[in-house]
């Protein structure tokens, strides 16, 4: 199985554009979760979903936009992006609550 | 959820020798998670372990858990170059799903 995908890989985006990030898992895991992680530092989370259907933010939501329209899939919206929001971000899931999550690869953003 | 703590932020050492990182915590939790992150990838889960347990190994892993002084360790026996990544504690507490926070973590290095 592949377990968790993101695409892009990485991306260079100019400031003000729109951006959505992919993620996808087939481990049929309920809860997927977006992190950034800024550089020397730790992941923070941005949104979360329990289960499809629903959606919850996180630490440091602003600027964000998900969607879980199934199981399978939680892509994250960047509106109109801003310097601020270069960053590595990586997208989580897990079986349920409490239990290890498992990570994607990540997404290299560059905002200019 | 709350952050977890990690100390030393760094440390570096010779293969061979074992390697100890601490995590705090402040308030009761359900379990508390070690993961694993290797530059530029994303995280891999490693060991979790219960509020009720107080050891637990998973091979060359040994992590401690101390309710009553809110901390845990890791540590890492014989350690080797491939060790050398950057090591992040989660405790979880009740109260929902498992938005793990995330603090800066323990960069470990291994020489050969």
């Known amino acids: 199985t592949a377990g968790i995908t993101q695409a892009p890989t990485s991306q260079i985006l100019a400031a003000g554009r729109s951006m959505t990030l992919r993620c996808t898992q087939d481990?049929?895991?309920?809860?997927m979760y977006w992190y950034r992680q800024d550089l020397g530092l730790g992941l923070r989370l941005i949104h979360y979903?329990?289960?499809?259907?629903?959606?919850g933010k996180g630490e440091v939501p602003d600027g964000y936009s998900v969607s879980r329209a199934n199981t399978d899939d939680f892509p994250l919206t960047l509106a109109s992006a801003v310097p601020s929001q270069t960053s590595v971000y990586f997208c989580a899931s897990s079986e349920r609550g409490y239990n290890e999550q498992f990570f994607g690869p990540g997404t290299r953003l560059t905002v200019l | 959820s709350q952050q977890g703590e990690e100390d030393p932020q760094a440390l570096s050492i010779q293969e061979g020798e074992n390697a100890t990182m601490n995590c705090s915590y402040k308030t009761s939790i359900n379990n508390l998670q070690w993961y694993r992150q290797n530059s530029g990838r994303g995280l891999v889960h490693l060991i979790l372990i219960r509020s009720n347990e107080r050891e637990k190994h998973s091979g060359r892993l040994r992590v401690t858990l101390d309710t009553s002084k809110k901390s845990s360790s890791l540590l890492i026996t014989a350690s080797r170059a491939a060790d050398t990544a950057s090591y992040f504690c989660a405790p979880t507490n009740s109260g929902g799903y498992n938005k793990l926070i995330f603090g800066a973590g323990t960069r470990l290095a291994v020489h050969p």
């Open positions: 979903s329990n289960t499809a259907g629903t959606t």
């Open positions: 481990m049929r895991h309920n809860a």
